[in-house]
């Protein structure tokens, strides 16, 4: 089955970088975008930008854009986003997640399955 | 950027109620618009799309309606298991990507 996995806590401080990692398995990875969205404590979701595999093309929210950088390893099947110059209200869990399929269409701009979330807490 | 507001923020209900959840563009978005749950320290679960498709495994409990820029999710009879944070999502004009800031569904 579809199945997305990502790498665990991190505490960073504030002006530093995080990198979240992605590893996809149960389905063709180059296929379909890759989307990051997050969602800070008690907050509502808050969506990212995402990536095509096949291509490593980018789209990006512009409220991130020139702090967020998304990337892939095929050879992994793994997606990566890293976030920089970070600030206390960077605090959030992290999640990715992939367009939905049905037995018969798929549809790139909703989401399902999700990962299980990354915390990234920033604090001095 | 799409705005999307849900109303009301919080709905208290009990368990066999009908609940009906809102939720308004800012402009119009066809009938490209979703609905997640929510349960605590989950991610979310999505549950309509394109405004009133179940998704895969979704009970009949729940439907979708709308077009345009109002839209509702109505799940007929409470069960247990959905009292939880229900998020609409759009993607007719992005980016960005955009969600409600959510409906709090809780047990009276």
């Known amino acids: 089955q579809v199945q997305l996995v990502q790498s665990g806590a991190e505490v960073k401080k504030p002006g530093a970088s995080v990198k979240v990692s992605c590893k996809a398995s149960?389905?063709?990875?180059?296929?379909?975008?890759l989307h990051w969205v997050r969602q800070a404590p008690g907050q509502g979701l808050e969506w990212m930008g995402r990536?095509?595999?096949?291509?490593?093309?980018?789209n990006y929210a512009p409220k991130f854009q020139g702090r967020v950088t998304m990337t892939r390893d095929t050879s992994m099947t793994t997606a990566y986003m890293e976030l920089s110059s970070l600030r206390s209200d960077d605090t959030a869990v992290y999640y990715c997640?992939?367009?939905?399929?049905?037995?018969?269409?798929?549809?790139?701009?909703?989401?399902?399955?999700w990962g299980q979330g990354t915390l990234v807490t920033v604090s001095s | 950027e799409i705005v999307l507001t849900q109303s009301p923020a919080t709905l208290s209900l009990s368990p066999g109620e009908r609940a009906t959840l809102s939720c308004r563009a800012s402009?119009?978005?066809?009938?490209?618009l979703a609905w997640y749950q929510q349960k605590p320290d989950q991610a979310p679960r999505l549950l309509i799309y394109?405004?009133?498709n179940r998704a895969t495994g979704i009970p009949a409990r729940f439907s979708g309606s709308g077009s345009g820029t109002d839209f509702t999710l109505t799940i007929s009879s409470l069960e247990p298991e959905d009292f939880a944070v229900y998020y609409c999502?759009?993607?007719?004009?992005?980016?960005?990507?955009?969600f409600g800031q959510g409906t709090r569904l809780e047990i009276k």
């Open positions: 997640t992939k367009g939905f399929c049905t037995t018969t269409s798929c549809y790139e701009n909703w989401f399902d399955p």
């Open positions: 149960g389905y063709l990875f180059t296929g379909y975008h």
């Open positions: 990536i095509n595999p096949n291509s490593g093309d980018t």
């Open positions: 402009q119009s978005v066809s009938s490209y």
């Open positions: 394109d405004a009133s």
């Open positions: 999502q759009q993607r007719s004009i992005w980016p960005p990507i955009t």
